[in-house]
Nanobody
Framework: QVQLVESGGGLVQPGGSLNLSCAASGSIVSVYAMGWYHQPPGKQRELVAAITNRGITNYADSVKGRFTISRDNAENTVYLQMNSLKPEDTAVYFC??????????????WGQGTQVTVSS
């Protein structure tokens, strides 16, 4: 009933940039927060950045100053602008949304994941 569609992943050289997008759709009543998590090879999934519908943001220490999360509340879309990319940023990036949907209690939803590879 709620779907998250991600785009923007790919292969980029160190120092380059990518912009990830994630749009939530379906029987949405309210989106309270959206964010991005990543899962490097062999590691646990962890928060990269998140933003509430009031604009409050949280960032992992490893991306502060390099990544910027933003949200278009009207479109239920979240973006992650990734600059100064490093090889250690290589991971599958998952979109997450905290959503209240019709006839469904508030709960998190996850996207399918998009691969980001930083390599020369």
């Amino acid at each position: 009933q709620v779907q998250l569609v991600e785009s923007g992943g790919g292969l980029v050289q160190p120092g380059g940039s990518l912009n990830l997008s994630c749009a939530a759709s379906g029987s949405i009543v309210s989106v309270y927060a959206m964010g991005w998590y990543h899962q490097p090879p062999g590691k646990q999934r962890e928060l990269v950045a998140a933003i509430t519908n009031r604009g409050i943001t949280n960032y992992a220490d490893s991306v502060k100053g390099r990544f910027t999360i933003s949200r278009d509340n009207a479109e239920n879309t979240v973006y992650l602008q990734m600059n100064s990319l490093k090889p250690e940023d290589t991971a599958v990036y998952f979109c997450n949304a905290d959503v209240r949907a019709t006839m469904i209690s508030r709960r998190p939803y996850w996207g399918q994941g998009t691969q980001v590879t930083v390599s020369s």
